[in-house]
């Protein structure tokens, strides 16, 4: 009888660490948009909501968040979220946001290599280099130095439906 | 993984639409985070993947070409007005064109000249550029349903026979007309769009966006029958019925006599006399092809009628003793006493015609 208890303590206490394990990931991050809504009211005043994005259409604007959640009793440093921007959407300029100081570099050639707006540059076919416009960006990268234990951090960026 | 990630960018092509992404195109997120812990590099950590679809937008926008309703007179058939469509919509669309004559106080886009009146045997014409790229044509009929490529024109035309003038054609009948342009789900034609009722992430919506913002074609974005978000456009032109008034005073003037030739000459035998014709049209139409016929007195000679003869048109006024510039004795014809003179035109809103000839006092 006493062997069966402590098997089955053994088990339980298996089975409550592997939920432990599962559900506690130490550094996650989580991806989800919403969509610009332009609310009319009755007075004729408008007023600007963000909605689950259901009908989206070209020259809708969509705003993505990223979650980064530190599970872990420790601070994590040298944070960077990287988003590809798709090929149908192009960044809004200056959009960037994050309830912790942050950095920002962009990328236009595809999230290899990153780089503020000012030294970005794109040679045409006649060899001659122009400032990539905003339209031109096809990745951007976050930087945030620090995110203290258990705690999370929001950012977000807008694009525009092409 | 990172660079798993973002090697779709690398191949990405840039949407050709300028109306925008097609219709069912997925627009997929997915982050990924890199960090440290105690100044150790940790592996990557890729986020969930976001994805919605873009939606079906139904936009498009229909103007007429005209500036003014088309002059008629009454009986006149086939007469035209102009139109311009474009599918601004994010998909190739079927859209049905109908035509109707507009009820009576309604005013075409660009004036306030109320409809008074209706013209008969309404058909659409529109050239157009099919779902597979191909240049069409469709119509004459009052009615047809057409698929219209995405981010392309059409060019129709309405044609109308104006009813004759017993029937009330008058010099202010005013006949509007309304193009419309309605989309519809297929190419009977019978179901318009509608806007979807629910809100779905994954699947392709209709959103009506017709007369809301961004339209390209003329410089008004829609005319005074359109509804924004209906799906549908509409163009009104028309017609006008002109009718030209014309008067006409004849005078004469002695040219030159035997004896004092030009200066102050005296109407006896062997005088050249010059007959005035001065026609007036104080109405609203132009006057094209009008002739003259005229029988001279017995005791006037026409030896030299045709070779003299002279107009001067679209003038202030007419004066006997100062002769016309142009010549037309190609345009007349002497028979005896009779003089007949073809292919004059004479402009409406109160301008002349001088017509000239001269005889000889026998």
């Known amino acids: 009888m006493r062997k069966i208890v402590s098997v089955a303590t053994v088990l339980s206490l298996f089975f409550v660490l592997g939920v432990y394990a599962k559900e506690i990931t130490p550094v996650s991050i989580t991806v989800h948009s919403l ?22 259409v070209p020259k809708d604007t969509v705003k993505y968040i990223d979650t980064i959640t530190n599970n872990t009793n420790k601070t994590i440093d040298n944070i960077k979220i990287r988003n590809p921007i798709n090929k149908n959407t192009f960044l809004i300029k200056n959009s960037e946001k994050s309830n912790m100081k942050f950095t920002v570099l962009y990328s236009i050639n595809g999230g290899k290599t990153f780089a503020p707006s000012n030294k970005l540059f794109i040679k045409n076919k006649k060899g001659k280099k122009h400032l990539a416009n905003v339209k031109e960006y096809n990745a951007l990268e976050f930087t945030i130095n620090k995110i203290p234990a258990h705690s999370k951090v929001n950012i977000e960026y807008q694009v525009k439906i092409k | 993984m990172k660079k798993a990630i973002f090697i779709s960018i ?5 949407s050709l639409f300028a109306s925008g992404t097609q219709a069912g195109t997925d627009i997929t997120n997915s982050a990924t985070l890199s960090y440290s812990a105690g100044g150790v590099a940790q592996p990557d950590v890729t986020s969930n993947t976001d994805s919605f679809k873009v939606d079906k937008k139904i936009d498009m926008v229909l103007v007429t070409n005209d500036s003014n309703q088309v002059d008629v007179t009454p009986g006149q058939q086939d007469r035209i007005t102009n139109y311009e469509f474009k599918n601004e919509g994010n998909e190739n ?4 064109f109908t035509v109707d004559n507009l009820a009576n106080g309604k005013e075409a886009d660009y004036n306030s000249n109320k409809d008074n009146d209706d013209v008969k045997n309404l058909e659409i014409k529109c050239q157009y550029t099919d779902a597979d790229g191909n240049k069409k044509t469709a119509g004459w009929a009052n009615e047809f349903t057409i698929q219209v490529k995405q981010d392309t024109n059409a060019t129709c035309q309405v044609r109308a026979d104006i009813k004759t003038d017993a029937e009330g054609g008058k010099d202010t009948d005013v006949m509007n007309v309304e193009l419309t342009a309605t989309a519809v789900t297929d190419s009977s034609g019978n179901t318009a769009e509608k806007e979807s009722s629910s809100d779905t992430q994954d699947k392709v919506d209709v959103v009506l966006a017709d007369g809301v913002s961004g339209d390209t074609l003329g410089s008004s974005s829609s005319g005074k029958g359109d509804t924004p978000k209906d799906g549908k456009e509409v163009a009104r032109s028309g017609y006008k019925i002109v009718t030209p008034v014309l008067s006409v005073t004849k005078t004469s003037c002695v040219v030159s006599d035997p004896v004092n030739d030009t ?3 005296k109407r006896i035998p062997g005088a050249i006399i010059r007959y005035m014709f001065d026609i007036k049209n104080t109405g609203t139409g132009n006057v094209s092809d009008l002739n003259i016929t005229d029988t001279i007195d017995s005791n006037l000679l026409t030896d030299n009628t045709k070779s003299s003869a002279k107009k001067e048109e679209n003038v202030d006024s007419c004066n006997c003793s100062a002769e016309p510039s142009s010549s037309i004795s190609d345009d007349t014809t002497v028979n005896g006493q009779d003089v007949t003179i073809e292919h004059i035109n004479v402009a409406n809103g109160g301008k002349h015609t001088c017509v000239s000839i001269e005889t000889e006092i026998k």
Do not use: M
């Not at chain 1, 969509?35 to 963000?50: A, C, D, E, F, L």
């Open chain 1, 35 to 56: 969509q610009k809504k332009t609310i009319v009211h009755k007075n004729g005043k408008k007023s600007v909501k963000w909605v689950k994005v259901a009908k989206v």
């Open chain 2, 263 to 265: 200066n102050n000459p």
């Open chain 2, 93 to 96: 669309q079927y859209f049905k």
């Open chain 2, 10 to 14: 690398l191949t990405a092509s840039v």
